[in-house]
């Protein structure tokens, strides 16, 4: 079933993430993908994305967890929707724990050898239009 | 440039929708397309999602006007993420005028003639987590 396939991948990658295993995040990820980094910021190409996440990992003290909550999948055209509640744990600067949870959007493509691949990483989800757009 | 380009298709699909002029309306979409009725109720394919644009003008009482605000656009692979301020006038069985303001996610594709179809249509974007998910 399509809505355990992602959630199984999603989860998967969320551990290469806490690892910081990246050659393992980047098999996730199609060629051309975009992560939003942050509203405003995009990361676009694997070299790219595997740049972003080598930061973040730095600025959050290579102290990463994400855990994922409710989830409803829509999918049209080999292409999937996923809406997510994703959990982030980590450190700050001052080694003060902290969690943040925001509804995720991540778009996913079925790649010609059958494998659901991520082209849109947007954890951010609607809340992007809180900010003003990048030019 | 991508963000005018769909800023333009889903303005020329909002006009078809007041119109009721739903043969051009099913120009927007792939064929395979997904829309989300509501929380839960999903059309597949050009024919069902027809016929809900049918019934969900009956049920307006053929007096909608569909308006769009704030839009981000994210695309990668030939993807496209829209998630956008979509505002809805209409009049409910009271003859009574209602508005609603919704932040719509939209997936569009582009196919292999260059034209951009949309392949997932969900006005509810990640409000669908606030109700239990389809079965």
């Not at 980094?37 to 694997?46: C, D, T, Y």
């Not at 493509?109 to 757009?133: A, F, H, M, Q």
Request: aromatic share 6%; with cysteine; glycine share 6%.
């Amino acid at each position: 079933m399509l809505k355990q396939d992602l959630k199984a991948i999603i989860e998967a990658a969320d551990r290469a993430i806490t690892a910081e295993d990246f050659d393992r995040l980047m098999d996730f990820y199609a060629e051309d993908a975009t992560l939003v980094v942050k509203p405003g910021m995009l990361a676009r190409g694997k070299p790219a994305i595997r740049r972003a996440f080598e930061a973040i990992a730095a600025h959050l003290n290579h102290d990463i967890t994400v855990k994922q909550g409710e989830m409803t999948v829509i999918d049209g055209n080999d292409t999937a929707l996923v809406i997510m509640e994703t959990l982030l744990q980590s450190t700050d600067g001052n080694g003060v724990p902290t969690t943040e949870t925001r509804r995720a959007t991540y778009v996913f493509r079925r790649g010609e050898s059958g494998k659901w691949l991520c082209v849109i990483d947007n954890s951010y989800g609607t809340s992007l239009l809180d900010v003003p757009p990048a030019a």
